[in-house]
């Protein structure tokens, strides 16, 4: 019995943490002074642009990474903090009250097929971000930025990835189907839209 009051108190803990660390960052903007003029915080559009970007991007002739990709290509320790040999849901809460966002999804997809009660957490826990974000496409980068520099999936050979589990990459991805699919089925009508789909 405690350990399952210890799992509600943790949930409870979670979602109330999304609710106090996400929605205070959106306010309405004040309306400059006379002659001034308002600039949206370049340090935001960047955190922004890079939520929604794949950490990997094929063009027609090459293969582009961005900077956090780049970065688990070559920082062996910062692999030890995306990668742990056990996700827990501490480590998934610490990276959003960071605002580490991606990093904290790319937790739910590795918690989310180890139980039911994970599942519930995390398809809850992705609408409340839904309502704020489009959490289709930020899911869908998340994979594509850290399945492919995961240790479990494969190796850093020379800076470059190589798949050696593809069927622990496949139940990685099986999660991640699934957590889009409740996604879409517990989101309001008029908010769907159309993502292309890993």
């Not at 405690?2 to 949930?11: D, E, F, G, I, M």
């Not at 190589?162 to 989101?187: G, Q, R, S």
Request: glycine share 4%.
């Amino acid at each position: 019995m405690s350990k399952q009051t210890s799992l509600v108190s943790l949930a409870i803990t979670f979602l109330l943490g999304i609710q106090c660390v996400v929605l205070p960052g959106y306010a309405q903007i004040a309306e400059p002074a006379a002659g001034g003029s308002v600039r949206p915080d370049s340090t935001f559009l960047t955190w922004l642009k890079d939520l929604y970007e794949p950490g990997v991007m094929v063009g027609d002739d090459s293969i582009f990474i961005n900077k956090e990709t780049a970065r688990l290509l070559q920082d062996t320790q910062y692999q030890h903090l995306v990668y742990p040999p056990v996700y827990t849901w501490p480590a998934a809460i610490s990276f959003i009250q960071k605002q580490e966002l991606k990093k904290a999804f790319w937790y739910f997809i590795n918690l989310y097929p180890i139980n039911s009660q994970n599942k519930e957490l995390v398809v809850k826990s992705i609408l409340v971000y839904d309502k704020i974000y489009r959490m289709e496409k930020i899911l869908v980068s998340t994979f594509y930025t850290y399945s492919l520099t995961d240790p479990e999936i494969g190796t850093i050979e020379q800076g470059h990835s190589k798949v050696t589990a593809p069927h622990i990459m496949e139940k990685k991805l099986n999660a991640l189907k699934e957590m889009l699919f409740y996604l879409d089925k517990y989101k309001p009508e008029g908010r769907k839209e159309n993502v292309d789909k890993p």
